[in-house]
């Protein structure tokens, strides 16, 4: 069935990748290392000789303003509030980011992609002419982070990790396509892997396939061209039945070979 595309463009959390990967593991993992973080980092933090050896994580931290940034447990306090009251804070994003990074390198965090995404990602690395592709908002460098470490476990094996990247033609994020609900981003998208605005080019914007979780990110798709189908996973947001009579709905990428 896939055979008639060309491309395929995949979003993570949700589609490849459980939603409560981000909630359940990330997020817990940031709140329970921070204090740990913190500690290895002198105050002020101007200092830059006493925090040679942690210089990235305490460049970071100067980001924040000086009025929660001059004490250990003032800071403390000040980045939990952010977390609990879902502040989209780019201090913050920066910080997580950096927590996650050490958390993925030591190998305490794994992603835990579906299996069947796992299995199609390896088929269509080597059977699409016109490229393997993610969209997500989660920023390029969080992709290729939880990309290079996807836990593998195969009944009677130890777990064991892989790297994916490799499989992949490249990544899209906000900053590189725009918002994921607008047709306009998607436009940008066919023309960034190669679908011209040419009419024979137009012709095969349907072999372009993306696939998603959110309804108004697979209408936006099909709204510009696209090929989008709906993926459903256990415990993603139920779709609602006015959507489901719209958009083709799939629960496993099985179901697409
Ligand atoms: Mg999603």
Same mark, same amino acid.
């Given at each position: 069935?896939?055979?008639?595309?060309?491309?395929?463009?995949?979003?993570?959390?949700?589609?490849?990748?459980?939603?409560?990967?981000?909630?359940?593991?990330?997020?817990?993992?940031?709140?329970?290392?921070?204090?740990?973080?913190?500690?290895?980092?002198?105050?002020?933090?101007?200092?830059?000789?006493?925090?040679?050896?942690?210089?990235?994580?305490?460049?970071? %931290?100067?980001?924040?303003?000086?009025? +929660? *940034?001059? !004490?250990?447990?003032?800071?403390? @306090?000040?980045?939990?509030?952010? #977390? /609990?009251?879902?502040?989209?804070?780019?201090?913050?994003?920066?910080?997580?980011?950096?927590?996650?990074?050490?958390?993925?390198?030591?190998?305490?965090?794994?992603?835990?992609?579906?299996?069947?995404?796992?299995?199609?990602?390896?088929?269509?690395?080597?059977? %699409?002419?016109?490229?393997?592709?993610? +969209? *997500?908002? !989660?920023?390029?460098?969080?992709? @290729?982070?939880?990309?290079?470490? #996807? /836990?593998?476990?195969?009944?009677?094996?130890?777990?064991?990790?892989?790297?994916?990247?490799?499989?992949?033609?490249?990544?899209?994020?906000?900053?590189?396509?725009?918002?994921?609900?607008?047709?306009?981003?998607?436009?940008?998208?066919?023309?960034?892997?190669?679908?011209?605005?040419?009419?024979?080019?137009?012709?095969?914007?349907?072999?372009?396939?993306?696939?998603?979780?959110?309804?108004?990110?697979?209408?936006?798709?099909?709204?510009?061209?696209?090929?989008?189908?709906?993926?459903?996973?256990?415990?993603?947001?139920?779709?609602?039945?006015?959507?489901?009579?719209?958009?083709?709905?799939?629960?496993?990428?099985?179901?697409?070979?």
């Amino acid at each position: 069935m896939t055979s008639k595309f060309n491309s395929v463009i995949l979003d993570i959390e949700g589609t490849i990748c459980p939603v409560s990967f981000v909630k359940d593991t990330l997020f817990p993992y940031f709140l329970e290392h921070l204090e740990e973080y913190l500690s290895k980092i002198e105050f002020p933090l101007g200092n830059t000789t006493s925090n040679l050896q942690n210089a990235e994580f305490a460049g970071i %931290l100067d980001k924040f303003p000086t009025e +929660y *940034s001059c !004490g250990k447990a003032t800071l403390e @306090k000040y980045i939990r509030e952010l #977390v /609990k009251n879902d502040v989209k804070d780019p201090v913050l994003k920066e910080l997580q980011g950096y927590v996650w990074k050490t958390g993925y390198n030591s190998g305490e965090i794994l992603a835990p992609l579906y299996d069947d995404a796992i299995e199609a990602i390896k088929h269509w690395s080597v059977t %699409l002419s016109g490229g393997l592709y993610i +969209y *997500s908002s !989660g920023s390029i460098e969080a992709q @290729k982070l939880l990309l290079s470490h #996807v /836990k593998i476990s195969k009944s009677g094996h130890p777990l064991n990790v892989a790297n994916l990247n490799g499989l992949l033609s490249g990544y899209f994020d906000t900053t590189n396509a725009g918002s994921k609900i607008q047709i306009a981003s998607y436009r940008r998208i066919l023309q960034k892997i190669g679908y011209g605005l040419e009419t024979e080019s137009q012709l095969k914007y349907s072999s372009v396939l993306f696939l998603s979780d959110n309804p108004a990110e697979v209408e936006a798709a099909i709204q510009a061209g696209m090929t989008s189908y709906l993926v459903y996973r256990a415990g993603n947001r139920e779709i609602p039945h006015e959507i489901q009579q719209r958009v083709k709905v799939i629960t496993n990428f099985a179901q697409l070979f």
